[in-house]
């Protein structure tokens, strides 16, 4: 088997509340491999944000090991925790997290800048991405000025411009109909065809049986591991 691309290690994460642990991930060691396409499902406060908030290094676990692309990540410092985070991973959230006063283009591009692409180069790498997901003609149209799909493309396009190793969606077709859910997860599949890893968090059975893998969350831990086909 290839080595994998995730690796956790019991990873647990407390928060504090008034006095109160809350165990929202709890002694968690899983392994995902390059080009896999996981679901994480599990009910309301069952841990899966926070799991998903770790892996992409938007917080710290309070014990455990977390490996990405075989790099100790919470050995490295806060910069080169940014840098790994801006490199490898793109994320996607429900509510699409587009800056509001800002272009879909603008809204593609920032991730460049975080990364010190070229400059030069960045505009038209943008552009490429919109295509991509079918929205070369609203590049000058704000986050208002497009649908809830639309806006979800442009997320992915951020999410992907990059080239992340890997994809992080918490919940993203959980503000959008059925059908544009649908239509949203047809682009994963072909990015996920096109190589990268995704990871997915849903709570909707329809969305998770188009992943190849389920991982079920409950009380901060992984209570079920299942590969779909
Ligand atoms: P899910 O995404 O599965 O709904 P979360 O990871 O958001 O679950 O939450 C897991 C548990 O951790 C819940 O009990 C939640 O209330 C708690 N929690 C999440 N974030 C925080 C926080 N920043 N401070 C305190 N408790 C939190
Ligand atoms: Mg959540």
Redesign the pocket.
Known sequence: MAAPLVRTEGLCKD?L?GGEV?R?VHNVTVSIVKGEFVAVM?P????????MNLLGCLDTPTSGRYLLDDVDILAQNGGSMARTRSRKIGFVFQNFSLLPRSSALDNVELPLKYSRFPRRDREALAMRMLDSVGLAGRAHHLPTQLSGGQQQRVAIARAMVNSPSIILADEPTGALDTKTGLEIMQLFQRLNQGGITIILVTHEPDIASQARRILR?RD?EIVDDTSVK
Do not use: D, H, N
């Open positions: 928060y509340l809350i929202a599990g309301s406060g069952s841990g899966k944000s926070s799991f969350f901060g």
